[in-house]
């Protein structure tokens, strides 16, 4: 099956910093999302992106499906960015998410 | 639109007893998934259905769970003869499986068995 490997597997950041987190993926996808766990466990969706880029106010996000990795963006962050980020990736339209072991984003005012 | 909504939120049992989860996909939603996941870990798939029809079952779903969507609206998640090594949170997401939809999956917000 399908492997999924986040990069780095935690994150301690100052408020205003900027930050990358790094997906990789073993096969080619038909479903890429981003997610963020809050600390009451809500998987919130960032992003869908099987490829391109987009942006929603201070996060972006950048698919390279050719070479097989997606990128995290998240500028000038908050407190409130802490929790868990999750890539997760399907094979085929509609199918299930594979998830990665997750980025542990933490935040100090 | 009002998501995904699952029930109950909490649910603390006993070993050995049978417990049942409901999710409640968002509306006209066709493809209902049900995912667990452990601390620290991320989710892994169990099942998913398109409409009532069960789709696929991961090898995590022993014979101990069973998963129904039978007018292909809600869904039911049941494990029997629970054990300890079944505490998790367990994650319900639906999405809009049609040509030209995004086919993005929401989740709930899940519900955190926990078996004595």
């Known amino acids: 099956g399908i492997q999924v490997e986040q990069s780095p597997p935690d994150l301690i950041l100052q408020e205003g910093a900027n930050s990358t987190l790094r997906c990789n993926f073993s096969?080619?996808?038909?479903?890429l999302q981003w997610f963020h766990q809050n600390p009451w466990g809500q998987l919130i969706n960032l992003f869908y992106?099987?490829?391109g880029t987009k942006q929603n106010g201070r996060l972006s996000a950048t698919t390279v499906a050719t070479e097989r990795y997606s990128l995290l963006y998240i500028s000038s962050s908050q407190t409130t960015d802490s929790g868990v980020y999750f890539c997760a990736v399907a094979r085929y339209q509609g199918g299930k998410l594979i998830f990665g072991q997750g980025t542990e984003l933490s935040v100090k005012p | 639109d009002t998501g995904v909504s699952q029930n109950p939120r909490h649910k603390i049992t006993k070993r050995g007893q049978n417990v049942t989860f409901r999710c409640d996909p968002i509306?006209?939603?066709?493809?209902l998934y049900w995912y667990r996941q452990t601390l620290g870990q991320g989710p892994e798939f169990l099942t998913y259905?398109?409409?009532?029809?069960?789709?696929?079952k991961s090898r995590l779903l022993s014979d101990r769970f069973s998963a129904e969507r039978p007018k292909g609206s809600f869904s039911t998640l049941e494990i029997q003869r629970t054990e300890q090594g079944d505490s998790a949170m367990y994650l319900c997401a639906s999405s809009h499986n049609l040509f030209g939809t995004t086919d993005t999956q929401y989740f709930g917000p899940g519900t955190r068995l926990t078996v004595l």
């Open positions: 509306s006209e939603h066709n493809r």
């Open positions: 259905f398109q409409n009532e029809a069960q789709l696929e």
């Open positions: 992106i099987p490829s």
């Open positions: 096969d080619s996808v038909n479903n």
